[in-house]
């Protein structure tokens, strides 16, 4: 996986906005998560709401992995947008916090790019459905009107294989007297 695809796997959707989360970010960034968040706190007034927010307990079970007595998160962790990774470079002012924020910018603008190509397709896929379920829905109208007329064909061929039927039958004729057959002596 090239580190793009890592970092995109990092970004998720809280409150309908692509945010990465604190853990990650100091993973990526080569730092604790308790360092990133101190260096936040020293400049939070370059991070509104906009840029960073806190995740409430029930988003923050979403993304546990459990908690022991040994280890494991026990604060909740902040959200950072796309704006508050941008800024975090700003605060980490090292050659590797350049390089990171860097490639998780490209990361988002490739996500980005992805949804709005998808949503296109999307687009496109559903115009293709309406047209179909339209084509579907005349083609059984069609089907019901050829139904009708089939129905209605074969109740004039019905009159008409009766009426031709009814002619065929032979009337019977008033017999004449019919001459005898054989050789009749005149007398």
Not at 98 to 110: G, K, M, P
């Amino acid at each position: 996986m090239n580190e793009i695809t890592v970092i995109q796997n990092k970004i998720y959707e809280i409150r309908g906005q692509r945010v990465m989360l604190d853990r990650d970010l100091a993973m990526l960034y080569g730092v604790t998560t308790g360092n990133l968040n101190k260096a936040v706190r020293r400049n939070i007034e370059r991070f509104p709401e906009r840029f960073m927010f806190q995740l409430t307990e029930e988003e923050f079970l979403m993304f546990q992995n459990g908690i022991s007595s040994w280890g494991g998160t026990r604060k909740v962790p902040y959200a950072f947008t796309e704006q508050g990774v941008s800024m975090l470079s700003a605060v980490l002012r090292s050659p590797t916090a350049v390089q990171v924020s860097i490639s998780i910018i490209d990361a988002f603008v490739a996500m980005r790019n992805w949804i709005a190509t998808t949503t296109g397709f999307t687009a496109d896929l559903a115009e293709i459905r309406a047209k179909l379920e339209l084509l579907e829905h005349e083609q059984r109208d069609n089907a019901e009107a050829i139904g009708d007329l089939s129905e209605d064909m074969r109740k004039e061929l019905d009159t008409i294989y009766d009426a031709i039927a009814a002619l065929s039958v032979k009337l019977p004729q008033a017999r004449q007297p019919r001459r005898p057959i054989g050789f009749r002596r005149q007398e």
